[in-house]
Structures are given as C-alpha cells and as structure tokens.
C-alpha cells in the first residue's frame, strides 16, 4: 500500500471521528449524569415512572435525545407570536367563567404552538411531548399536566378548580418558552424596533400579560 493511499486513509478516519464527536454534541450527553443533567425533573420522573429502574429510564431518554435533540426549532413572525399571545390572554380571562373551556383550549394551544415551532403534529400528543421534553425538560410538566386535566375533564367529569387553575399557571411556563423569541431572533427583532420606533409594536415585550392572576386575586 503507498504511503499517499494511507495517508489517505488517515485523513478519511479523522474526518469521520471528529464528524462522530459533532453529531454527538449536537444531540447532547445520552448516558447518566449528563442526562440528568440535561433533563433536571424530566429525569426523575422518568426513574420514578419505571419504579427506580435509573438504567431503563436513561435508556428512554436517551432515546428520546436520539429522535428528537436535532431538532430545529422553526422561529416564529411576529405577528404570529403576537397572536398567540392574545389567544393565551383570551384563556386565562375566560378560566374566570369556564375553566373546563378554558383549560382545554389552553391544552390545543400549547399543542398548536409547539406543532407551529416544529415539534412532532398531526395529533401525536406522546411523540410531541417526548420531543417537547428533550428542548425544554425544565417546563413540560406543564404541558403534561394541563393536557391530563383536560382529558380527565373529557372521560372522567372533571377536575376540581383548584388543580385546573394550578395546571394552567404551570402549563403557562412552557407556553412563554415556546412563543419566546430565541437570541439571534430576539436581536433581530432589536434591531427592527430600533429601526422603526414608531411601530406600535416597539419596546413590547414577549411576555403575556397576567390577567389571569389578576382575576385570581380578585377572587380571593
């Protein structure tokens, strides 16, 4: 063999090797501690789900890593972002008089947004859930957690109001960190308001307004 074949070769190697090593920093840790740390809660639910099993439950989350951590999240335009705000306003404002309803249209909006960022859609809530959970482990309890009552509205005559209103302010949190605009989108949207500061839209921030707690604390 010529020393320029092995040469070649070599090269060929460690091409591939370092691509190896990119793909698997891209996905994210897939075993023990760097899932845990990457899950946080997700993680412990997920030992708790298969009675203390740590090996079988870092086996589904590093498969969930597998399918899902190159996902790319799809940004969002402004005026959708804006819609979805004035949606999740118009849920929290009707919880006062209809917390089924409102429960359960706030479980089709997370639903929608996350199909809209480029999550799993069509209806397939666990493999939307599963992905949810690799990009944002810290907040999709929430999403589970509204998504649940909803359903238990629907088979089982409801939850009470208190846990519709605590699965509400929880799911909220997911809601944020997908109608959120992320860094090089949010200094886009800068340099747009700096641009045109005569745009009804300028110094708005992403947050949704709080009248939801609002109405709570009227009630009580």
């Known amino acids: 063999m010529s020393t320029g074949l092995i040469i070649a070769l070599i090269v060929i ?3 591939a090797v370092v691509a190896a090593v990119l793909i ?3 996905r994210g840790p897939r075993h023990g501690a760097g899932l845990k740390r990457r899950f946080g809660p997700e993680y412990d639910r997920a030992v708790a ?18 399918r899902h951590g190159d996902l790319r999240v799809r940004p969002l335009e402004p005026t959708e972002r804006e819609r979805y705000e ?4 118009a849920v929290q404002e009707r919880f006062v008089d209809a917390p089924q309803e409102a429960v359960a249209e706030a479980d089709r909006l997370i639903a929608e947004l996350a199909a809209d960022r480029g999550f ?3 209806g397939h809530y666990e493999d939307q859930l599963a992905a949810l959970s690799v990009h944002h482990a810290h907040h999709v309890e929430g999403y589970r957690r509204v998504h649940r009552v909803a359903q238990a509205r629907a088979h089982d005559g409801g939850a009470g109001t208190e846990e519709m209103r605590e699965a509400l302010v929880e799911a909220r949190a997911l809601f944020e960190e997908l109608v959120r605009p992320s860094r090089h989108e949010a200094g886009r949207h800068r340099a747009g308001v700096d641009g045109d500061r005569t745009s009804p839209a300028a110094g708005r921030g992403h947050r949704t307004p709080s009248l939801f707690h609002r109405h709570q604390a009227k009630e009580s």
Do not use: C, Q
């Open 13 to 15: 190697v460690a091409v």
């Open 120 to 122: 799993p859609a069509d």
């Open 49 to 66: 789900r298969h009675d203390g099993d740590a090996k079988a439950a870092e086996r589904e989350l590093a498969e969930r890593v597998e």
């Open 24 to 26: 698997s920093r891209a």
């Open 86 to 89: 004035v949606r999740w306003t």
